[in-house]
């Protein structure tokens, strides 16, 4: 089965490809724009995503959204993290945390599909904290300020074992699961 993956990113199809080949599916990159709502749930952005995609007649189509939630931030920059890190950055993230000591934060992945006449909509989450400075030169966005375990940044972390631990890799086992549980799969 052929499922379109509604992205600007071509990594990320690679990266579904790679956990959903073994299931028969095949990963379609679909370079499409959608609505993105205003609000601080990113379940309800993949909602009317999928909502959205389906009245204009796409079918078998997943996307996602994720985002940084900074505690002390009040969860800034969370659904508008790729805004965040166009307009402030990472150092605009350090300096915000300037003078902060709790540095708690978690990363979320969104992910919802729609096949056939079914929805699954699933949410993996990587607590952690923000780092004092940028570390590392892997992974891409918050990447280099984000230690899920208090020691190396996701930017420090090889590929493979962030994919075991990152919240993307958390909501593909989440959204295998699912599909599973609904013999999609």
Same mark, same amino acid.
């Given at each position: 089965?052929?499922?379109?993956?509604v992205t600007?990113?071509?990594?990320?199809?690679k990266?579904?490809q790679s956990?959903?080949?073994?299931y028969g599916?095949?990963?379609?990159?679909? +370079?499409?724009?959608?609505?993105?709502?205003?609000t601080?749930?990113?379940?309800?952005v993949?909602?009317k995503?999928i909502?959205?995609?389906?009245?204009?007649?796409?079918?078998?189509?997943?996307?996602?959204d994720?985002?940084?939630?900074?505690?002390?931030?009040?969860?800034?920059?969370?659904v508008?993290?790729?805004?965040?890190?166009?307009t402030?950055?990472n150092?605009?993230?350090l300096?915000?945390?300037?003078?902060?000591?709790d540095?708690s934060?978690?990363?979320?992945c969104?992910?919802g599909?729609?096949?056939g006449?079914?929805?699954?909509?699933?949410?993996?989450?990587?607590?952690g904290y923000i780092?004092?400075?940028?570390?590392?030169?892997?992974?891409f966005?918050?990447?280099?300020?984000f230690?899920?375990?208090?020691?190396?940044?996701?930017?420090?972390?090889?590929l493979?074992?962030?994919?075991?631990?990152?919240h993307?890799?958390?909501?593909?086992r989440l959204?295998?699961d699912?599909?599973k549980?609904? +013999?999609?799969i």
């Open positions: 089965m052929k499922l379109n993956v600007h990113n071509p990594g990320k199809v990266e579904y956990a959903l080949g073994e599916l095949e990963m379609v990159h679909v +370079n499409r724009e959608y609505d993105e709502v205003q601080p749930y990113l379940e309800e993949v909602d995503g909502k959205q995609l389906s009245k204009e007649g796409l079918t078998d189509f997943m996307i996602d994720s985002g940084l939630f900074v505690n002390a931030l009040k969860g800034f920059p969370g508008y993290s790729a805004y965040g890190q166009k402030i950055g150092k605009g993230i300096k915000l945390m300037g003078g902060v000591e540095r934060a978690v990363f979320k969104c992910i599909c729609r096949i006449d079914q929805t699954v909509i699933v949410t993996g989450n990587c607590p780092t004092y400075e940028e570390r590392g030169t892997e992974g966005g918050y990447d280099p300020i230690t899920p375990n208090g020691s190396l940044s996701f930017a420090e972390i090889p493979e074992e962030k994919n075991v631990i990152s993307r890799g958390v909501a593909l959204l295998i699912e599909l549980n609904r +013999n999609i």
